[in-house]
């Protein structure tokens, strides 16, 4: 399953949005043009799902309440709205559609407020809240249904599929470090802390096969690499990850992951990643310290990694190397555009001016992000 479509009104920096998604997708803008806040929908999502991390109030709490959510330029709009599309291409008819509209309630005691929550099922509406309970008991508005075990008996799946979302910023010093560092995990370990511990607690049939489908990527990307193998210290039992190069002037090195570059480490945890989930990866600008012939991989590797399973993949990025491959489609790539009621979000392959230069043969690379921002014609939607 995947998101095929996403709604959202009065989120952060944007006003409105509305856009379809593919398996895999790319969100593409200047800096801080909202890529981040974006993904974030995603994760509010999560962490909505996650009723033992704390459900709908604590996704409200971590992000500073509901006015650090509601978008600025929406002039006093209470209502924030969310609205997914969940289906099995990015084509078919909604299988489910889940939606919420939230505001800052005076009298809750600081506690959000559902304005609305329902959810339908291949059209079907099988919840629509307020009903009859809530409105005997307002106090009810402050949980959502599909946070709630007892509530959500008819769309559990809807649940069960955003819990698996997964949010990656890797920062290579934290998986190399991370015995000597020994700091709080943050939760869901963005950043790749736990990532070592993760590999050794994986099957080892998994695991095997994993290492191995991640060596010959590697094999493509690095230039005398050779072997990507999973060792136990023999003092310690700690794991390691051990690679091995092929040299012209001696026969054999290894590397354990200290010696690994911080691009070779980040691909690696990036991939395994992609090959973990079944749901959807959220990817913060996975070019950061990969060096530009592995960025234009980026692209086509996702995609490999996504073969023979489903796992939407959503990437933020500012670089147009990533963006270079032949392969990506127009409708992959979301243009985010700041303006002064907010950024507008839009498929770049909705620009006339887009479609011509990618039937001229340019890639999507070429055009959004060399001229991006600076000549406005392109982004003038017809
Ligand atoms: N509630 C809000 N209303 C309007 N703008 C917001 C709101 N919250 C954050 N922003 C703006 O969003 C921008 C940051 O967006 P971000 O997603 O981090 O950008 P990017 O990842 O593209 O660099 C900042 O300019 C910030 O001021
Ligand atoms: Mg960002």
Same mark, same amino acid.
């Given at each position: 399953?995947?998101?095929?479509? &996403?709604? *959202?009104?009065n989120?952060?920096n944007?006003q409105?949005?509305? @856009? ?10 200047p ?11 995603f994760?509010? &999502?999560?962490?909505? #799902? ?8 604590? *996704? ?5 309440? =509901? ?5 600025l ?10 609205e ?7 084509e #078919?008819?909604?299988t489910?559609?889940y939606?919420i ?14 304005? !609305?929550?329902r959810?339908?099922r291949?059209?079907?509406?099988? +919840?629509?809240?307020p009903? $009859?309970?809530?409105?005997e008991d307002?106090?009810r &508005?402050?949980?959502t249904?599909?946070e709630q075990?007892a *509530?959500?008996?008819k ?6 599929f955003?819990?698996?979302v997964? !949010?990656?910023?890797? =920062?290579?010093?934290?998986?190399? !470090?991370s015995? #000597?560092?020994?700091?709080k ?9 736990g990532? +070592?511990?993760k590999i ?7 695991r095997? #096969?994993?290492?191995?489908?991640i060596?010959?990527? &590697?094999?493509?990307?690095?230039p ?18 051990q690679a091995?190069?092929?040299?012209w002037?001696?026969s054999k ?5 200290d ?7 980040r691909?690696?945890g ?11 990866v959220?990817?913060?600008e ?5 060096? +530009? ?6 692209a086509?590797?996702?995609?490999n990694?996504?073969?023979d399973r489903?796992?939407q993949?959503l ?5 147009? $190397? ?6 990506i489609?127009?409708?992959? @790539? ?19 001016? @887009?479609c011509t230069? +990618?039937?001229?043969? *340019?890639t =999507?690379?070429e055009?959004v992000?060399?001229? !991006? ?6 982004l003038?939607?017809?």
């Amino acid at each position: 399953m995947i998101i095929n479509r &996403l709604i *959202a009104k009065n989120w952060r920096n944007f006003q409105q949005i509305d @856009v379809p998604l593919r398996e895999r997708q790319f969100f593409v803008g200047p800096n801080a043009s909202g890529k981040s806040n974006l993904l974030d929908i995603f994760r509010f &999502l999560r962490d909505i #799902a996650k009723a033992e991390g704390g459900g709908f109030q604590k *996704a409200i709490k971590d992000r500073g309440g =509901v006015s650090k959510i509601q978008c600025l330029a929406a002039q006093g709009e209470p209502k924030v709205e969310i609205e997914i599309h969940i289906a099995d291409t990015p084509e #078919a008819p909604a299988t489910w559609q889940y939606c919420i509209g939230f505001h800052q309630e005076k009298h809750q005691d600081g506690h959000a407020c559902l304005t !609305y929550e329902r959810v339908w099922r291949e059209g079907e509406l099988l +919840l629509n809240r307020p009903d $009859t309970e809530d409105n005997e008991d307002p106090d009810r &508005l402050i949980q959502t249904a599909l946070e709630q075990n007892a *509530a959500n008996a008819k769309f559990r799946e809807i649940g069960k599929f955003l819990r698996n979302v997964k !949010y990656l910023h890797l =920062v290579p010093q934290f998986i190399r !470090y991370s015995d #000597a560092i020994q700091g709080k995990i943050i939760e869901d370990d963005p950043f790749g802390q736990g990532f +070592l511990q993760k590999i050794a607690s994986a099957h080892p049939s998994t695991r095997r #096969a994993r290492l191995k489908r991640i060596e010959r990527a &590697l094999k493509l990307a690095i230039p005398q690499f050779e072997k990507l193998e999973f060792v136990r210290d023999k003092n310690t039992g700690h794991p390691h990850l051990q690679a091995r190069y092929e040299h012209w002037h001696s026969s054999k090195t290894t590397h354990q992951e200290d010696q690994f570059s911080d691009g070779m480490l980040r691909l690696i945890g990036l991939m395994w990643s992609l090959l973990e989930n079944n749901s959807i990866v959220l990817l913060e600008e996975p070019e950061l310290s990969l060096n +530009l012939g592995i960025v234009a991989q980026l692209a086509p590797l996702i995609s490999n990694m996504q073969k023979d399973r489903q796992c939407q993949v959503l990437t933020s990025t500012q670089s147009d $190397t990533l963006l270079i491959e032949p392969g990506i489609d127009g409708s992959e @790539v979301i243009l985010l555009i700041p303006t002064k009621s907010g950024t507008e979000v839009k498929p770049s392959s909705d620009s006339d001016a @887009v479609c011509t230069l +990618l039937k001229n043969g *340019a890639t =999507v690379g070429e055009i959004v992000l060399t001229r !991006y921002p600076k000549e406005a014609s392109l982004l003038e939607w017809n």
